[in-house]
């Protein structure tokens, strides 16, 4: 995910990592990610624990289609718990809190709904928005 980057190999300003956010905040958003860590976790070890022979039977059962949603949620909850844990890296290398892109502060609302925001929602949009 690339757009906007200084022209000519110039890179935006390093502002202090997550400056906007009091040290409540952040213990607040540690703690969020430390939860969806945990969820995550127990999803992917239960959607790939131990099969049983009655889980046998029942995977015989299932159509191609359920199949590829239960393929889709392992991707997705392994994504997560990599974005989740990204997250963490971040709080913990002090970096935490600033966009990927262009380096300014990710709001404190965005943060709050998604805490493992990497870009500011200016840069997301635009990266959205790109065919």
Do not use: K
């Not at 190999?9 to 703690?31: C, I, N, Q, T």
């Not at 430390?34 to 999803?43: D, G, L, P, Y």
């Not at 002090?94 to 404190?108: A, E, V």
Request: with cysteine; net charge positive; glycine share 4%.
């Amino acid at each position: 995910m690339s757009d906007r980057t200084p022209a000519a190999g110039r890179r935006a300003p390093v502002r202090p990592a997550a400056a906007h956010l009091s040290a409540e905040d952040l213990a607040a958003l540690r703690e969020n990610l430390n939860e969806q860590r945990a969820f995550r976790r127990e999803q992917l070890r239960r959607l790939a624990g131990p099969v049983t022979s009655r889980d046998e039977d029942l995977l015989r059962q299932r159509t191609a289609g359920q199949i590829e949603v239960h393929i889709r949620l392992v991707a997705l909850a392994r994504m997560v718990l990599s974005d989740v844990e990204d997250a963490l890296r971040r709080m913990d290398d002090g970096s935490y809190g600033s966009c990927l892109l262009c380096r300014r502060p990710i709001d404190r609302e965005r943060l709050s709904i998604v805490p493992q925001a990497r870009y500011c929602a200016r840069c997301r949009q635009a990266e959205e928005a790109r065919p």
